[in-house]
């Protein structure tokens, strides 16, 4: 791989955007903004939305383990691995009805790696997801 070079896992659910899963540059990778979202498909894991695609319910803890599995693939696919992420961000649309159970599943997941980590609330994400992961992690 070359330094500052795009990266697309053939396993992770297409980009909804003109970006790419991952950009390396460097010995660093940075990761768009993975959500849960599952390849070739257009149901997201743990949610149901009505029929002009509002969220009517939501399973944050399906949620949270679909980010990390994808996390996962990108981060093999780009030639790094789940040990060497090294900052994550959360974005999450409801910290008081979530932020227990995302905390939970993340020190269930991370218990090994304890990346830097900042999570923030958001008003909305660009598809009708509760979570979202940015991370920067090592080749």
Known sequence: MTSNEAIN??????????YP???????LLFL????PRKL?????PGVELDG??????YDIETQCR???????????????AWENMVDVTVFLTN??????????????YFADVRPCRTTVEVNALPTPIAIELKVIATI
Not at 66 to 80: M, P, T
């Open 9 to 18: 896992s053939s396993r992770a659910p297409k980009p909804v955007g003109a």
């Open 95 to 108: 910290m008081k009805a979530d932020f227990a159970a995302f905390n939970r599943l993340y020190a269930e």
């Open 40 to 44: 070739d498909s257009e149901k997201i």
């Open 21 to 27: 899963h991952a950009r390396r540059v460097g010995d």
């Open 52 to 57: 002009e695609r509002n969220i009517v319910s």
């Open 66 to 80: 679909s980010v990390f599995e994808n996390v996962r693939v990108i981060l093999e696919d780009a030639g790094s």
């Open 32 to 35: 768009s903004g993975v959500g």
